[in-house]
């Protein structure tokens, strides 16, 4: 009697069938778990270092004085009329953020395999949680960047409101970009070894320390593809008052990035039946 009690009262968990089911309401239900995941990334990104959250103020800084030295003075790369050390800070700060949230939440799933294997929830909440996290980041090192503008005389305009929009975009880039990833990582590992290259590559070809009007024009929609494009010039408007970025521009970005975005959940919907197997 007591084992028919056990089999009456067991619950059977199974995948949602169809590529195209996905269960909204179910997401909403296991919200305070993303925000238990991102702070759990936030503090073991920290844990037992020296100078704590100042890292997050020495990375950009360090980087945005070597492009400062190398390209701004000795190959003389143009920045549109402002200073080189601001132009290039402001396009750090949401290449930082997208930078640190692609590999994180890349190399999330096999971070949290014993989770995967032990416990039922949406799989979904690993990835943007590990993607989200390095928000903190970004307002940790905004300050720095409103100190510069300080030191150059440079005033924030109105489009500053649209930055909340170009980080959501950001976000989007790297969860969507990472929807493809990080189940790729879960089956073939050497995948994650790509990851610094990705990165670095993708770094040379966005406009962090060059402007885009150095790319020929006819390029320039091949170009738009990248959505850290759009994210880039938009945040030099928004922060520095630079003329507005190109609306082409920007809408080549966005559709780019929600191609990457439905095409990444349908993947990672048909891969997820098999994380816990193959981690």
């Given at each position: 009697m ?5 089999r009456?009262?067991r619950?059977?968990?199974q995948?949602?069938?169809g ?10 239900q ?11 990334e936030?503090?073991v990104r920290?844990?037992q ?5 100042a ?9 945005m004085?070597i492009f ?5 003075r000795?190959?003389?790369i143009?920045s549109?009329g402002l ?5 290039t800070?402001a ?5 930082m953020?997208?930078a640190q949230a ?6 999330s799933l096999v ?9 039922y ?6 990835p ?6 390095p928000?903190?980041d970004?307002?940790?090192s905004f ?7 300080a ?11 649209a930055?909340p ?11 969507s970009?990472?929807?493809w990833?990080?189940?790729?990582n879960?089956?073939y590992?050497?995948?994650?070894h790509?990851f610094?290259?990705l990165v670095q590559?993708?770094m040379y ?7 885009l ?6 390029w320039q929609?091949?170009y738009s593809?990248?959505p ?8 030099r408007?928004a ?11 920007m809408v080549?970005?966005?559709i780019?990035?929600m ?19 193959v981690?």
């Amino acid at each position: 009697m007591k084992q028919t009690t056990e089999r009456e009262n067991r619950i059977l968990i199974q995948p949602s069938k169809g590529l195209f089911h996905f269960n909204v309401k179910e997401l909403w239900q296991y919200h305070e778990l993303l925000y238990f995941l991102i702070w759990r990334e936030v503090k073991v990104r920290y844990k037992q270092t020296m100078i704590g959250g100042a890292w997050a103020i020495l990375q950009p800084v360090m980087t945005m004085a070597i492009f400062s030295i190398i390209f701004g003075r000795f190959a003389k790369i143009p920045s549109d009329g402002l200073p080189y050390p601001v132009f290039t800070y402001a396009a750090l700060l949401p290449w930082m953020f997208f930078a640190q949230a692609l590999t994180r939440s890349g190399a999330s799933l096999v971070e949290n395999a014993n989770l995967i294997t032990k416990v039922y929830f949406p799989r979904l909440m690993i990835p943007l949680g590990a993607a989200s996290a390095p928000i903190v980041d970004f307002m940790v090192s905004f300050m720095v960047l409103l100190g510069l503008m300080a030191w150059y005389g440079i005033h924030p305009t109105w489009g500053i409101l649209a930055l909340p929009l170009l980080l959501l975009l950001t976000l989007m880039t790297a969860f969507s970009v990472n929807l493809w990833l990080s189940p790729l990582n879960v089956k073939y590992r050497d995948v994650g070894h790509a990851f610094p290259f990705l990165v670095q590559f993708w770094m040379y070809a966005s406009p962090v320390a060059y402007p885009l009007s150095l790319i020929p024009e006819k390029w320039q929609f091949l170009y738009s593809l990248n959505p850290m494009v759009g994210v880039i010039e938009g945040s030099r408007w928004a922060l520095l008052g630079k003329q507005s970025p190109n609306f082409m521009t920007m809408v080549i970005s966005v559709i780019a990035v929600m191609a990457l975005f439905l095409g990444g959940l349908l993947y990672f919907k048909k891969m997820e039946r098999t994380f816990a197997d193959v981690i």
